[in-house]
Structures are given as C-alpha cells and as structure tokens.
C-alpha cells in the first residue's frame, strides 16, 4: 500500500465541507391575505408538492391540499385546466381558510391558461402564483399572445410566476430554429447538448419578454425540468450561471417507489451542494393508492440529511445484522420516527427547536452504545444472545436501562419527556 503525503506545510488534505453558499438572487413573494413565503434572495429553501386531485372536486382538492400541508409543503400546486377547475379555485382557497391551512397555492396552466385566467378573474385572485410553461401555449403569434395575456393578469393582480420549461413540451419552434443552427456549425454539438441550451434559451427568453411586459424581474421563478439526472445537473448549472432568477428544482418523471427517491435525491443533492436551487419538488408516482404526502417527507429529508434545514426530529437506526435477528429494533425505529413526524404540527410551535433532535435506536452492543451517546437521546437495544436490556442514552449520558415487553412505550414516555424539558418553555434550550 503507498500512502498519500499531505501537501507541503499542510498537516492533512484541505477538505472542504459543507454546501457551498447559496447563490446569490433575487427574491420572490408568494403572499395571500397577511401571509407570504419567500422564495429565493437568502431564505430557505422552499418544500412544494403537488395534489393529483381533480381540482374541479374543491372538497377532495381541499383535503390533500391540507394533507400536503400538515406533512410540511410549504406551497401547493393545483392542475387548473378546465374552466370548471378555474371555478372551483376560490371555493378551495376558502375551505383551506376555514380548515385554517395557511399554505399558498399555486396554479399549473398549460394550453388555455390565458383564457381560465381571465375568464375567472377570482380564480386568478386566490392564487398566489401562476406556472407557465411556455412550450404548451400554442405557436408563432398565438402563442406569443397567449404567454402576454398571461403575464398581463399576472401584472394585474400583483402575482409571481413560474417559467417552468419540459423537456416533454419544449418550444417546438425554438428547438428546430437551433437545431437548424447547429447543423451550421463547424463542429456540430451533440443534439443532447443542443436540448439542454434549448432549455436554458426558453427560461430566460421567456422571463426577459415577461419583465418587457411589465411583471418585475422579483415576480420571477423559472425551471427546467428533465427526467435524466445528468441532465438535470447540467442544465441547471447553466442557468445558474446565466441569471439572478430564483431556481425550482424538480427530476420531471421521477418515477415510482425507491428508483424516484434516488434519482431525485442524486439530482439535487448535487445542486444543492453547489448552492443552486431555492425551492424543491420531488415528482414521485405514488403507488396506487400511495400515501401524495411522502414527496413531501422526501422532499424534507433530502434538505434535513444535507443539513440545509430541520423540519422533524430525526432517527438514527442501525441496519440490522446477524447480531441481532429480532425485529424489535426496526419496530422501535419505525413506530418512534413515525410518532415524532406525527406530533410535529403541535411540536413546532410549542417546542422551538425540537425540529434538530436526533434520536438513535440500535440493534445490539456493537455499535448501539457509542451512536447513542451522539444522540440526544438513543436507546441500544439486545442483540441475539445479549441481556435482554436496553440502555438509554440522553445527551451522551447512560440513564435508565428499559426492559421486557413495553419497551417501545417506556422510551417513547421518556422522549417526551425529554422534549418537554429541552425545549418547553423555561427549557435547557430556550
Ligand atoms: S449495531 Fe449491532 S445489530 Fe446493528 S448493524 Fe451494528 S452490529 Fe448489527
């Protein structure tokens, strides 16, 4: 084995850690009534999601709407396609406002955005935002007419808006118009790369042509949305580098199950280490009947595993081994992870700070020890063959040793218990 020499005069490699500062752009309000989430310019980075409900049901829409909300989305988009959707759109923002659902909802128009948006001018009220995709307006001077209409009600009722470019509807137009130019270069880019540029040239000829038509440059959230990690990545960097805009980062197609978590996560996780992105959404296809809420648990931990926000207490757990064949440990994993997501709606407000505890559960004397002791509060439970006893850790210090059949119970009482004395009022961390 050669081992590697430190530079000179240095003691070890300089490594850098942590993300690189966000970057530096303008920001963007979403408001309605006295509320507002801000989006870019220095403020965190914003969790969305988006309902698959038929917006023309306001109840049902209502609902996961609330669902979104209570897992954590700090904004929610609603399809507005037809105009019995446009219609029902204030009777939701209403219901929300009944239910007290403080969170902006977002309208996603494609095609005939232009004519629900002026043909229900309340409709174009209650949102608080409107996405555009340039690509499915229409072509030539239709949709030139189109995309103005638009930025107009956006101007008139005071609203941002997203640009958001697919590669699934790009400007058909503007493609074969570089595509064309390509062909007369002297060295031809690859047609990948004349896609992605393509892309890019969308967003932010869009977003220039809208502030020519008079919406201010911070009303402004563009995207370009792939569903090739690579791509993402590169595009992206590109229009980082290329524009102020605050940036929606999305893998567009995600997919199903574990292989959307992970290209997802693959895709951001790489931007926002470069500090690009100020507002994420993770595009999973639910399985049928699947819980719409877990992109937004996905969406937060991909932001609370970097360590770019806490929105929950989170969970260390062992992965299980041969020392340990029972499934006590992943019960108490799974059962204390969810209990703590679970009370977070009343933990947050009554219990700053508690959103950054990490509690540890293990599965056997290996390792299960010296994780708790990181923990704030960890429990190690036995391993095949141990003393059937669990020590349990708080703030690095072994306390009480939990035994027999309501273990699960018994650490739960003392995490509670702990909560209320770190971080009630008069708290160790108030
Ligand atoms: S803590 Fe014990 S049970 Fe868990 S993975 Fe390590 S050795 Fe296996």
Redo the contacts with the bound molecule.
């Keep these: 084995m050669t081992l590697i020499d430190s530079p000179a005069g240095q003691d070890r490699p300089n490594i850098s850690v942590g993300p690189a500062p966000r970057r530096t752009t303008r920001q963007v309000v979403l408001s309605w009534y006295d509320h507002t989430v801000r989006v870019g310019g220095g403020a965190p980075v914003v969790v969305q999601s988006m309902t698959n409900t038929d917006t023309a049901d306001p109840i049902a829409t209502a609902i996961q709407v609330k669902d979104l909300a209570m897992a954590g989305s700090e904004v929610v988009r609603i399809t507005v396609n037809t105009p019995e959707a446009a219609a029902q759109v204030p009777a939701i923002r209403e219901q929300l406002d009944r239910m007290g659902v403080y969170v902006p909802l977002v309208g996603d128009f494609h095609y005939n955005g232009h004519k629900l948006l002026t043909q229900f001018p309340e409709c174009a009220q209650a949102l608080s935002k409107y996405r555009i995709n340039p690509g499915n307006m229409g072509a030539g001077n239709k949709r030139d007419d189109n995309f103005a209409q638009m930025i107009e009600v956006a101007c008139r009722y005071n609203k941002p808006v997203r640009i958001g470019v697919n590669w699934g509807s790009l400007d058909s137009s503007l493609m074969a118009k570089m595509m064309d130019e390509n062909s007369r270069r002297a060295q031809p880019w690859a047609a990948q790369a004349v896609m992605r540029e393509a892309l890019v040239v969308s967003a932010i000829s869009n977003a220039q042509r809208a502030e020519t038509l008079g919406l201010p440059g911070d009303a402004i959230v563009l995207s370009c949305k792939v569903s090739h990690v690579q791509d993402l990545i590169a595009v992206y960097q590109d229009l980082a580098s290329r524009c102020d805009y605050p940036l929606h980062l999305g893998l567009t197609e995600a997919g199903m199950g574990s292989k959307g978590i992970v290209a997802s996560t693959a895709a951001l996780a790489v931007l926002l280490q470069q500090g690009i992105g100020d507002t994420i959404r993770i595009s999973l296809t639910p399985e049928p009947g699947g819980d719409r809420t877990r992109e937004v648990v996905v969406a937060q931990e991909i932001l609370q595993t970097m360590g770019l926000r806490a929105f929950t207490p989170m969970v260390v757990a ?4 041969g ?2 064949s029972s499934t006590v440990f992943q019960e108490l994993a799974d059962s204390i992870q969810t209990y703590l997501r679970q009370q977070m709606p009343v933990w947050k407000t009554r219990y700053p700070g508690v959103e950054t505890m990490n509690v540890a559960v ?3 004397v ?3 020890p010296g994780e708790s002791q990181h923990a704030d509060i960890g429990i190690s439970l036995p ?1 095949t063959g141990e003393v059937p006893s669990a020590p349990v850790y708080i703030d690095g210090r072994r306390t009480v040793t939990l035994k027999g059949d309501s273990i699960a119970g018994e650490f739960q009482a003392i995490v509670e218990r702990y909560v209320e004395e770190k971080y009630g009022v008069g708290g160790q961390s108030r």
């Design positions: 062992c992965p299980g081994c020392r340990t293990m599965g056997c290996v390792n299960g391993g």
